[in-house]
């Protein structure tokens, strides 16, 4: 049968990931977000989780988001645009815009979403878009979806960028680009890149769903630790689901860019609301990032201690100091290999193979939580120590 044949077709390739050392699996978890985890039936000590500063199961979170239930129940049921845009949604909007300094922010159901919302309904096949080749991989797909003219400037390399610029003709530039990129955890080049964007008339988007809580003044991310605005930067998008713990998206803009968003970015007209209690936990998290800086100073030493600990050990480190801190293993079945070693010394890390990272480049990406102890590190490190690199 013809039906037959199709899914051998899925089977044959299904087989080949395998054998390439790319297929990929999921675990469950079975308690909440925190360093020490029961996953699949085990007691693991994990370094993989975005939970940047140890929100996603902190007390305060939990009862705003319960009482948010209690006040709003489960489900938005509608989307934005109909009855699912709650006074909760918008005290959110009005708490980050402060946050970010921006006159108004809309909230999107993902990162995701929103990068496909921004270029959809800013660019038309008339218009240009220029991307960081390590983009992540939302940005990458809204640039192709948008219908505008897409290229991409190698990794955070303004020359590369320039001479592009220099080469185009015609209709509105936007310029996207990670703020902190999530595989390799180094910054984007912001003062260089809004130079540019200034220079060549381009909007300067910045994806900063890896800096936000974690970098600049209270957690307001890689713009506030560069010292850019909104006049440098017209476009911000930060997700609420990483060092803020919670879940979704926003864009922080202008008052013209946001109605524009909630007029034309599909992604955000045909879905419905994310549930009002998701909002209102969100609001104590951005809380509690904003007022305790001791989370992110927690970070700094973790890192320090890390990478100082690693490089002495001879760990291939990539030049990161946030919070994820990848070391390259080269081939996928080494990375594969490594996360295995770890897990059966009981600490979970994830292996990034390919497509995720270019070929030859699979790495372990670890990434530390403000809830991580010193033995917890030191527990990651002595396991590190023990990895088998002979073909490294």
Same mark, same amino acid.
């Given at each position: 049968?013809?039906?037959?044949?199709?899914?051998?077709?899925?089977?044959?390739?299904?087989?080949?990931?395998?054998?390439?050392?790319?297929?990929?699996?999921?675990?469950?978890?079975?308690?909440?977000? /925190?360093?020490?985890?029961?996953?699949?039936?085990?007691?693991?000590?994990?370094?993989?989780?975005?939970?940047?500063?140890?929100?996603?199961?902190? $007390?305060?979170?939990?009862?705003?988001?319960?009482?948010?239930?209690?006040?709003?129940?489960?489900?938005?049921?509608?989307?934005?645009?109909?009855?699912?845009?709650?006074?909760?949604?918008?005290?959110?909007?009005?708490?980050?815009?402060?946050?970010?300094?921006?006159?108004?922010?809309? !909230?999107?159901?993902?990162?995701?979403? *929103?990068?496909?919302?921004?270029?959809?309904?800013?660019?038309?096949?008339?218009?240009?878009?220029?991307?960081?080749? !390590?983009? #992540? *991989?939302? !940005?990458?797909?809204?640039?192709?979806?948008?219908?505008?003219?897409?290229?991409?400037?190698? #990794?955070?390399?303004?020359?590369?960028?320039?001479?592009?610029?220099?080469?185009?003709?015609?209709?509105? &530039? !936007?310029?996207?680009?990670?703020?902190?990129?999530?595989?390799?955890?180094?910054?984007?080049?912001?003062?260089?890149?809004?130079?540019?964007?200034?220079? #060549?008339?381009?909007?300067?988007?910045?994806?900063?769903?890896?800096?936000?809580?974690?970098?600049?003044?209270?957690?307001?991310?890689?713009?506030?630790?560069?010292?850019?605005?909104?006049?440098?930067?017209?476009?911000?998008?930060?997700?609420?689901?990483?060092?803020?713990?919670?879940?979704?998206?926003?864009? *922080?803009?202008?008052?013209?860019?946001?109605?524009?968003?909630?007029? /034309? +970015?599909?992604?955000?007209?045909?879905? &419905?609301?994310?549930?009002?209690?998701?909002?209102?936990?969100?609001?104590?998290?951005?809380?509690?990032?904003?007022?305790?800086?001791?989370?992110?100073?927690?970070?700094?030493?973790?890192?320090?201690?890390?990478?100082?600990?690693?490089?002495?050990?001879?760990? $291939?480190?990539?030049?990161?100091? &946030?919070?994820?801190? $990848?070391?390259?293993?080269?081939? *996928?079945?080494?990375?594969?290999?490594?996360?295995?070693?770890?897990?059966?010394?009981?600490?979970?890390?994830?292996?990034?193979?390919?497509?995720?990272?270019?070929?030859?480049?699979?790495?372990?990406?670890?990434?530390?939580?403000?809830?991580?102890?010193?033995? #917890?590190?030191?527990?990651?490190?002595? +396991?590190?120590?023990?990895?088998?690199?002979?073909?490294?």
């Amino acid at each position: 049968m013809v039906i037959d044949a199709n899914m051998q077709v899925l089977s044959n390739a299904l087989e080949k990931r395998r054998d390439s050392s790319l297929y990929r699996q999921r675990k469950v978890a079975e308690t909440a977000q /925190q360093p020490e985890m029961r996953i699949d039936g085990r007691n693991l000590l994990t370094f993989c989780s975005n939970d940047y500063l140890g929100l996603a199961n902190h $007390p305060d979170v939990i009862r705003a988001f319960q009482q948010g239930a209690a006040d709003y129940g489960t489900g938005s049921g509608a989307a934005h645009l109909i009855t699912g845009h709650t006074r909760a949604h918008h005290a959110l909007e009005e708490a980050l815009a402060d946050f970010t300094g921006r006159p108004r922010v809309l !909230l999107f159901s993902t990162g995701y979403m *929103a990068n496909l919302g921004i270029a959809s309904a800013l660019l038309d096949r008339n218009d240009r878009l220029y991307e960081d080749r !390590l983009n #992540h *991989a939302s !940005l990458i797909d809204a640039g192709q979806l948008s219908r505008a003219k897409m290229l991409r400037y190698q #990794h955070a390399d303004t020359e590369s960028l320039q001479r592009l610029l220099e080469a185009g003709d015609g209709g509105k &530039t !936007l310029i996207a680009t990670d703020g902190v990129f999530s595989m390799d955890g180094d910054l984007a080049p912001l003062p260089q890149l809004a130079e540019l964007a200034q220079s #060549h008339n381009a909007w300067l988007m910045v994806d900063d769903a890896h800096g936000i809580g974690v970098l600049g003044d209270q957690g307001r991310g890689a713009l506030s630790h560069f010292g850019l605005g909104a006049q440098e930067v017209p476009i911000l998008m930060g997700t609420l689901g990483k060092a803020l713990g919670t879940f979704g998206a926003f864009v *922080a803009g202008s008052e013209a860019l946001i109605e524009t968003l909630i007029q /034309q +970015a599909r992604s955000y007209i045909y879905t &419905t609301a994310p549930p009002p209690a998701i909002a209102e936990a969100t609001r104590e998290s951005l809380r509690i990032a904003t007022q305790e800086s001791w989370r992110r100073e927690r970070l700094k030493t973790l890192i320090e201690q890390f990478r100082v600990s690693a490089k002495s050990m001879g760990l $291939p480190l990539m030049d990161s100091h &946030t919070p994820i801190q $990848p070391i390259v293993a080269g081939s *996928a079945s080494q990375a594969l290999a490594w996360s295995q070693q770890l897990e059966e010394a009981g600490i979970l890390v994830s292996a990034i193979r390919p497509p995720t990272v270019p070929e030859g480049s699979a790495r372990l990406r670890i990434t530390f939580s403000a809830n991580h102890t010193e033995r #917890h590190l030191q527990r990651l490190l002595d +396991a590190l120590s023990y990895l088998n690199r002979d073909q490294v």
